[in-house]
Nanobody
């Protein structure tokens, strides 16, 4: 069973930055792709950004604000989400996702709270 371990969440003031990390228990290249999602209280889980095995990043929904950057360190086998100029609406639990052809995996989530 593949495990995804996220880290890097926390409390940050508006305008601040955070970098989330996701360390899978399997090689990143075993997946068709990886992604970051987020879920705010009372809302559905939505994709923020994804990066396929080929490495070209795609941004969706809140990820299109230009404030998020998804990246991957192939040597360290870690997925990142750099979040800049954070606003209170970015407050959510952020989840790492890895997908294969017929299966996908989720991390436990890391809380990001943007508040003054």
């Amino acid at each position: 069973q593949v495990q995804l371990v996220e880290s890097g969440g926390g409390l940050v003031q508006p305008g601040g930055s955070l970098r989330l990390s996701c360390a899978p228990s399997a090689s990143i290249f075993e997946f068709n792709g990886m992604a970051w999602y987020r879920q705010a209280p009372g809302k559905e889980r939505t994709m923020v950004a994804r990066i396929p095995r080929g490495g070209i990043a795609h941004y969706t929904g809140p990820g299109r604000s230009g404030r998020f950057i998804i990246s991957r360190d192939d040597i360290k086998n870690i997925l990142y989400l750099q979040m800049n100029n954070l606003i209170p609406e970015d407050t959510a639990v952020y989840y790492c996702n890895a997908n294969e052809l017929y299966r996908q995996y989720w991390g436990q989530g890391t809380q990001v709270t943007v508040s003054s």
